[in-house]
């Protein structure tokens, strides 16, 4: 069952405007159904934000936000605005994004490093980095009940996990081996060349390639990324002595990111029936 709130966005009242007007309402709905479906990520950056570094109450900035983003989750859940399966979901996007900070932040790799202490850390990682991947998953699950997503000429299944497996591998393997994003990347723009997302704001439905939808997706946690590092929540070898803008190579690699926790959405039962897979 959804919140009250969800079933008054996904059906809105009839409405008799035409023209520019319909067009603002239009516009003024995608924003209110866009944060919305960023409540959980926007509730948790406003936290890693807002809470100081020295902590509150005896207890660490990063054991204050893994309490904050469980309590987030439980509340979401309990008000219906999330359901039982999207946790799940997400919980899995929060193991993935887990391990990969166990890897990069390893002594070995060093890729960047969490400098504050906490109780909640796992081999120097803390528990609530994982939320930070958890929050682009939640915040597409929620696009897909409030926009009403469809896609159209998506490629088949098993070619788009194959290539988010060779993506998430890649993470790992290219500190070892060569790094082969620019050819995965060159293969999701073959393969997703002719894929389209239908989206409805109101009540008429829009069109994007749904490589743009990820690259714009991808921009924006870019720029919370270095928000991120900017407050010093964690930070790249570049910026301990002065801060510095997280490369912009780094937009890519969360584009190919969102393509991957995209695919791992399309597994969820409600979803499957709204895929045109190309033939």
């Not at 002719?194 to 946690?221: E, N, Q, W």
């Not at 910026?239 to 959405?265: C, D, E, N, P, Y």
Request: aromatic share 16%; glycine share 8%.
């Amino acid at each position: 069952m959804l919140s009250r709130l969800d079933l008054f966005l996904i059906h809105p009242p009839e409405t008799a405007l035409r023209g520019i007007k319909k067009a603002g309402l239009e516009f003024i709905w995608f924003g209110v159904k866009e944060l919305r479906a960023c409540l959980f990520a926007g509730l948790f950056f406003l936290a890693i934000f807002c809470v100081p570094c020295s902590g509150l109450l005896g207890l660490s900035r990063y054991d204050l936000l893994l309490l904050i983003a469980l309590a987030i989750q439980l509340t979401m859940f309990f008000t219906r605005l999330e359901s039982l399966d999207e946790i799940k979901a997400i919980t899995l996007f929060h193991v993935l994004g887990f391990a990969l900070e166990l890897f990069k932040t390893s002594s070995a790799i060093g890729s960047w490093h969490y400098p504050e202490a906490g109780w909640s850390k796992i081999g120097g990682v803390p528990l609530f980095s994982g939320f930070m991947y958890a929050a682009v998953g939640s915040y597409i699950i929620q696009c897909w009940r409030l926009f009403d997503l469809k896609i159209l000429h998506h490629p088949p299944i098993l070619h788009a996990v194959l290539l988010s497996l060779a993506l998430y591998a890649n993470f790992f393997t290219h500190h070892f081996f060569g790094d082969y994003r620019g050819y995965i990347a060159a293969v999701a723009l073959g393969m997703y060349a002719r894929s389209t997302v239908i989206f409805t704001p109101y009540d008429r439905p829009y069109k994007m390639p749904l490589l743009v939808a990820f690259a714009l997706i991808g921009f924006f946690i870019w720029l919370a990324e270095n928000m991120g590092t900017f407050f010093g929540v964690w930070r790249y070898p570049n910026q301990l002595g002065a801060w510095a803008t997280v490369h912009v190579g780094k937009w890519g690699s969360w584009t190919l990111l969102v393509m991957m926790t995209f695919t791992i959405t399309l597994f969820l039962k409600d979803i499957k029936k709204r895929i045109h897979v190309a033939q």
